[in-house]
Each structure stands twice: as C-alpha cells, then as structure tokens.
C-alpha cells in the first residue's frame, strides 16, 4: 500500500491549501480514508475522514474551514484548507483503514496505511 501526499507549502495567515493523497495498492473495497496532522511538541489530532461511499466527520476546529472530498476513480484523497492560522501549521498525514460500516473515525489506531506527510507552514 502506498499513499503520497502532495500541496503543502508555505502560506500567509488567512491563506488557503489544497493537499493530496495518491493511494495505491490498497486492499479494500469498503473503506475510509482520513487526515491527521502533527504539529511539533504536539500530540497527533484528526482532521477530517470520508468513507468511499462519502460520510464525512470533522475535528471541531475545522468544521467551516476545511473540506475533505475524495475522487474514487483517480484513488486520490484531497483537503481543502481555508483561512489557515499559524496554529494549522503541522505535518499532515492522510491514512486509510478497512471500514466495517458506513461512516468513517477520527481515530489514529484505527487505521492500517500512512503517508510519509506534507508540511504545512502558516506565517502570522
């Protein structure tokens, strides 16, 4: 299993990002897919996750600013980041886990694939 991510970079406060995840070789049909982020000195937190069939579930504080959305046929996971804040900035990771139900979890050890991560820089 493989997944890339790709779009991260540096932004001013108030900016926008849209990440990448290409995944491949997965083993699954039922399925979810979710980023996580990890800032320096800072636990690992959930952002978003969306099941193939297109459940979604946000973390509290990215509710209205971002949005995960998925294309099935190109395997590919995307997040759209508005209005980021200094407090954005992290390595994000996208996941993907086998789904035993339609929604998909926020939780780290629930899923069985990383990405390497992208960086995100917020400058205030």
């Known amino acids: 299993v493989q997944l890339v991510e790709s779009g991260g970079g540096s932004v001013q406060a108030g900016g926008s990002l849209k990440l990448s995840c290409a995944a491949s070789g997965y083993p699954y049909t039922n399925y979810y897919m979710g980023w996580f982020r990890q800032a320096p000195g800072k636990e690992r937190e959930g952002v978003a996750c969306?099941?193939?069939?297109?459940?979604?579930q946000y973390a509290d504080a990215m509710k209205g600013r971002f949005a995960i959305s998925q294309d099935n046929a190109k395997k590919t996971l995307y997040l759209q980041m508005d209005s980021l804040q200094p407090d954005d900035a992290a390595l994000y990771h996208c996941?993907?886990?086998?789904?035993?139900?339609?929604?998909?979890?926020?939780?780290?050890?629930?899923?069985?694939?990383w990405g390497q991560g992208t960086r995100v820089t917020v400058s205030s």
């Open positions: 969306i099941h193939v069939d297109g459940v979604t």
């Open positions: 996941a993907i886990s086998r789904a035993y139900a339609g929604w998909c979890s926020l939780n780290a050890n629930n899923y069985d694939y």
